[in-house]
């Protein structure tokens, strides 16, 4: 799959969205995808629920090894119990001595390198085949961010 199908498989399948892709700057060629249905939460207060990234952050987040000809890593920030049942330790615990991970490895669903405490789970370019199982992931990363939405919104009575 390529990142295009996978931003059409997003739109299509969910409501309430906010796009970025920024052209230049720091997140420049990357694709930041938002549940804010009325656009109305100040950017600087809200967090993508699934990211696209095309390049390493230096030092920061370059496990990935992004600057590769035609790598692009997929985030997706799910719920804690579905980290946990992914790779059988919560977000922010140490992982398992056992659980390596290669990640500049491509088609594996594996922790995010930097952003696994948060509960992101990552897949570098993601196969059909791999995307199919990454499906059920992204269904929960919005449901969780629509909630988190709707737990901000007053409440009228």
């Known amino acids: 799959m390529d ?8 739109t299509d399948t969910f409501t309430g969205l906010d796009i970025l892709r920024p052209t230049d700057g720091p997140g420049g060629g990357d694709t930041f995808i938002y ?3 009325e656009r109305n939460i100040d950017p ?8 696209i990234v095309t390049k390493d952050y230096g030092d920061f987040d370059n496990t990935s090894q992004l600057n590769r000809p035609d790598v692009f890593r997929l985030n997706i920030g799910v719920s804690r119990d579905t980290f946990r049942t992914l790779f ?6 140490e992982a ?20 696994a405490p948060q509960s992101f789970v ?3 370019n993601p196969s059909l085949a791999t995307f199919e ?9 919005y ?8 737990s901000r919104q007053p409440h009228h009575d």
């Open 3 to 10: 990142q295009d199908a996978i931003l059409q498989y997003i």
């Open 35 to 37: 549940y804010d249905p």
């Open 44 to 51: 600087s207060r809200r967090l993508p629920f699934a990211t």
């Open 88 to 93: 059988g330790y919560a977000p922010g615990e």
């Open 96 to 115: 398992p001595a056992s659980a390596t991970y290669d990640f500049a490895a491509l088609d594996r669903v594996m922790p995010h390198p930097v952003y």
């Open 122 to 124: 990552c897949v570098l």
């Open 133 to 141: 199982a990454v499906k059920p992931l992204l269904a929960d990363a």
């Open 143 to 150: 449901a969780k961010a629509a909630a988190q939405h709707a």
